[in-house]
Structures are given as C-alpha cells and as structure tokens.
C-alpha cells in the first residue's frame, strides 16, 4: 500500500473499558485508513464502538478506558506512543480537531465564544497581537456562515441555538487549519432543516480546507450525504467497509443488508419493513463468536466459535463474515 | 367516523418577570390549530421543535388546560368533562411517550406496571389484573418470564413494549405516540413500527403520532399534518404529502431529510430553509414562514394565509394557492 496519500492508518486497534459490572470490549480489531481529503463515515448503534474509535483517535478517552493493543499511525507517528503534552501541544485541537453531538460539549459556558476561539487561536497557531487574533476568530465566525460575527463572538453558548452554537464549534475546530476533522454526531440533535444547513456546510469546509474526515453517525441517509467510504460496526467489531455507493446499493454482510431493510425511507415508499429479531447483545456479556451470530439467519458453527476478520471481497470492498467473506482466519 | 376533532385550538404560556410574576408576554405554543382524526384512523402531526406539535398532544391528554378552542371526543367537549365521563376518557385515550424508562415507574414490577391501569379502571382483583397484564405483554412480544422483572432490566426496545402494553391494556380508542421510536435504534425501530401497525389493525385503534421523523411518519401514517410554529402549514393523505408537497416549508422539510440510497439522492432538488425558526413569542406578521420563504411574495408579509382546500382532503395555508 503506498503510504503516499494516507493520513491516518489504524492498526488492530483494541479498546476495554473497566466497569464495575465487569470487562467492556468496546472496539476489537479495528483497523482503516484515511486518506488526504477523503471521508470516511463509521455507521452503527448504539454500542457498536462508533464513538470510541473518535475519542482513541484524539486520546481522550475516559479514565476506565485502556487500549489494551493497537496502532494510530498519523503522519508516521503512533499517536498512542506520544506523551500527553506532545498530544494536546502538538495534536488533538491542532492538527486532528473534534466535534460533538452537543455543542456545548467544546465550550466552558463561563466564557465567550470569541474567548473560546482566541485562546485556540493562541495557543495552537502562536498568534500573539490582539488584532490579529480578533481578526482570525472573526473571519472564522464568517467562514462557517455565522452572521454578525461580532456579536457572536460576545456572546456566551447559552444564547446561542443548537445550529449556531454547532457552527461555532465547527469554527473552533477548524481555526487551526487542521488536518483532520472528527465528527461524533454532528447533526443527531438538530433539526432536519438544521441538519441540511450543517452537512453542506461540512461538505463545503471539507473541500475549502482540504480535510480530511472521520463522521460518526448512526444514520445512514446522512452517511450517504457527506462520505466516500462507509465503515459498518456493530458491537465493537468491524463488519463491512466500502465506498459509499458499494456499501449501500450493494452490500455484503448480512447485518448491513438487514440495517438497510429496516430504515424506514421518506423518499420512497415501502412496503412492510423487514426488521432484525432480538435485540444488540449486552456488551459485558458478548457472544464468544460474530457478535451478530444471535440474530443472523446465516449464522452456522465457525460463527458461534471465531470472530470473523475482515476480508477483500471487491476492490476495496472489506466484509467480515464466515459464511459470505470466507477465509477471513488471518 | 369521526374520533376526535380538534377545533381552533389555542395554547398560550404566559412569561412571568419581575418579583410580582407581571405577565409581559405569551409563547404562542399553538394558535388556531384545526384537524380531526376518525376511528381506526393513524394521523400524524410532522414538525422541528417548537412548532406545537406535543403541546397539542398534552392537550389532548389533559395535561394542559387549552387557552382557547374545543377538542371533542366521541362528541363531547373533553374541556368540560366531569366525574364518570372524565374517567371514561382517561380510559379510552392513553400515551406512549419518547423514553420508555421514564414513563414506566422503576420500581414497580413489568407485571404490576400493566396491571395498574386495569385495577384503576375495572372492579378486578389484583391476580385476575395481572394474569390480563401478562396476556397483554406476550401480545406485544414480551415473554411471561419478564413479568416479574422491573424496567431497570429491560432494553430500551422492551421497555418501550411495556409501555404499549399499558397503554393497549384497557382497549383505547386513541393512543397518543409521541416520539414513540426516537430512542431506539434502528434495528429495534423497526420492531416497534409494525407492532404498532399489527395493534391498529387488530384492535381498530386511532394514533396520534408526534413525530420529528419524516420516514416514520410516512410508513405509518393514513393521513399527515405539518407544523410550523404553532399553526398546521399543510395536511393530506400520507402519500400525496409525501409525492406532491405544496407548501414551500413541506417541500423544504422534505428535501432535507437524508435518503440513504444514493440512486435516488441525484434525482432530489434540495431546498434549502435561510436561517432557524424564529421565536414563537413574537412571530412574523402574515404567514410565518415569509422570512424564511424561497417563494415569498410581497401578499405574505402582510395578511396570514387562509387554510385553503386544494384536493380532496389536501390543506395548505399558503397565498400560493389562493384564488386570484
């Protein structure tokens, strides 16, 4: 593979929370590339791991969390093997920013959001002089389509509303020209309306700044309008990665073929939906085989037994299944 | 037949300031809402947040006094009703609610939960409410063996189950959903949907969906309200809303919905909506919308638009559509 274009490798990534109810394998053998200007979109419910793989990224997991084995090469460098000072000097903020599903999650509510953003403008790019960090955070408000940046920027999150307070965040994130933007549910609380305003603008910004992008989502229809590759998950496991149009017009796993089925569509008419029987498994108490074994139709011994891997079905299409990839032991 | 019918409804919230609470102000939650559900009949109300659409919910529940209009039940003004009429209606209207965990009481057994609403309303024994409880549960695919289990120990999509099970328990007219599947995932959504499609078939039940979701909206619903703050916009038969949207806000709401097949995503035009709701305590003079309108006229700043018959039960209050 040439490493010429990748920006992030993840390398069998193995990520364990300690709970007091016991061990949580929230992410087992992960591994993806992220490539200069690409993004990629990890779709899955709740407990799939989705949001781990964000905050393993940018090593801001919560303190029970051990990455029990794994690489996050960026840039040709382990990120895991950097110290936490190098991490939050050189790195996270810096060169691989984040968004949350709630944006209030990136400001100190004490603060304005113009503080907020001339602090990062600050610290991340050394801009000392009053008026040229003033000057920085207001034409950030405006690139992210903020009217009136001089009273944004006086103003605390709590005036703001939920879809100018995301494009604030989007600004924050994105002031110190980073090279890659994660988004953890970016647009779950928002309005439809809303939803639409904050998608084209990532989409704009990705092209203006020459991001690259890792989208969280547990929704399909808005993983189809922002991403060229689709990483499925379901409890921690990777289960099928493709491009976009791959995955959803011709999937392969038999999870990500019964997820499609199952999403109710406002654009087209269907007839009964076809649902998937039981329910996600307990994450402390994990099937010892394909975690979707339980509630697959397919499901026959060597699932019950091994965790399937991931395997090249088509070009550039990786599924990890027994019984439709198989040969997936290495 | 007609159900329930909903006339002119109006829900204001005072704004109190100042140490002796003076009232300098009203949330205009829902102004002038009309619409009527028949018998055996799924109508959903579709609208972003603060448009009303679960205020008039609580109203029809007899959670909030309306500030003005009627909303007849069976023929009768439920605003007025009293003692054995009263409990009669409590009886025929029940409520599923967005989080099943807090609606059902954690610490109550499942059994028990579904039980209750029986010994509230029937001269029963305890054992004769939760031997029907149980018959109740497996009808909406819980095991027996949950019975005795409290809600801590359920999924979300179980809990929301029970749930229905105590809504279904003392055979409703109409049962008000409101948000019934936003929690859940999409695996689990889908269950919950054809329940609900199975239960309305079976017991001849009436919904009134509350929805933000357009997808859920459409595979559900006979027939669709649309709200924009505080006033019904558009309202039709499901598929004509979704196949022919007149008002530009329902054209626009619909276009932002994401499709996760990318064949059809090439075919959509998308409108796109300038700016946020504005506030509902001060709204846009004329139709509520014109600030934000794609297909403003100089007629919209200035009058509101009447509801205007279009189609064969097709509303749409939009100047578009008046006659010349």
Redesign the interface.
Known sequence: MTSGNVILNIKDLNVNYFTLEGVVKAVRGLSFTLRKGESLCIVGESGSGKSTVGLTIIRALPSNAVITSGEVVFNDVDLLSLSEEEMSNKIRGKEISMIFQDPAATFNPLFTIGQTLSDVVRHHLGIKEKDKVREHVQSMLRTVGLPDPERVARSYPHELSGGMLQRAAIAVALSTNPKVLIADEPTTMLDVTLQAQILDLLRKLKEEFNLSMIFITHNLGVAAEVCDKILVMYAGVPFEEGSCEEVLLRPIHPYTKKLLECVPRAHRRVGRLRYIPGMLPDPKNLPRGCPFAPRCERATEPCNERLPKMVEVRSGHRVACHILAPGGEH | MTLLNVVNLKKYFPIRKGLFGRVVGYVKAVDNVSFSISENEVFSLVG??GSGKTTIARCILKLYDPTDGKIIFEGKDITRLKGKDLKDYHRKVQAVFQNPFLSLNPRMRIADIVAEPLLAHMKISRNEARKTAIKVLERVGLSASLARRFPSDL?G??AQRVAIARALALKPKLIVLDEPTSAL???????I??LL?DLSREYKLSYLLIS?D??????ISDRVGVMYLGNIVEEALT?VL?ESPLHPYTQ??????????????KL?K?I??PG?PPSSISPPKGCRLHPRCPRVMDVCSKGEPPLIEVGEAHKVKCWLYAKK
Do not use: I, T
């Open positions: 972003e947040s999924s999509g179980q995932d999409v695996s689990v959504q889908a269950q949907l054809n499609e933000h357009l997808s859920v909206v459409r595979y598929e979704f626009a709401l619909l276009s932002a919905v994401p499709e996760p097949d990318p064949s059809l995503k959509r998308r796109m909506l946020e």
